[in-house]
């Protein structure tokens, strides 16, 4: 299983930026997919998630900014991030559980100043 993140970057305060995973190796359908975060210094934290059959969970902090979807053509997980806080500055990791194991992308960094 390989997922693959990507489209972080340095934004100011109130921009957004749309982070992408694509995943080779699973049943792409089958899966729920998540968005995870870490913060220097902190614990990694759940963001976002989407279920096979397209219900999302969000946490608090993001709810109303974050948007997160499923292409099932492209294989693709997205997070379309709006509104963004220099809280919000972490690395992002997509994950999903599959086939007994977890798996997690390489993470990419998204960085937002003030």
């Known amino acids: 299983v390989q997922l693959q993140a990507s489209g972080g970057g340095l934004v100011q305060a109130g921009g957004s930026l749309r982070l992408s995973c694509a995943a080779r190796?699973?049943?792409?359908?089958?899966?729920?997919l998540r968005w995870y975060r870490q913060a220097p210094g902190k614990e990694r934290e759940f963001v976002a998630g989407?279920?096979?059959?397209?219900?999302?969970d969000y946490a608090d902090s993001v709810k109303g900014r974050f948007t997160i979807g499923r292409d099932y053509v492209r294989r693709t997980l997205s997070l379309q991030m709006n509104n963004l806080r220099p809280e919000d500055t972490a690395v992002y990791y997509c994950?999903?559980?599959?086939?007994?194991?977890?798996?997690w992308g390489q993470g990419t960094l998204v960085t937002v100043s003030s």
């Open positions: 994950n999903v559980d599959a086939r007994g194991s977890t798996y």
């Open positions: 190796g699973i049943n792409f359908r089958l899966y729920t």
């Open positions: 989407i279920t096979d059959y397209g219900s999302t």
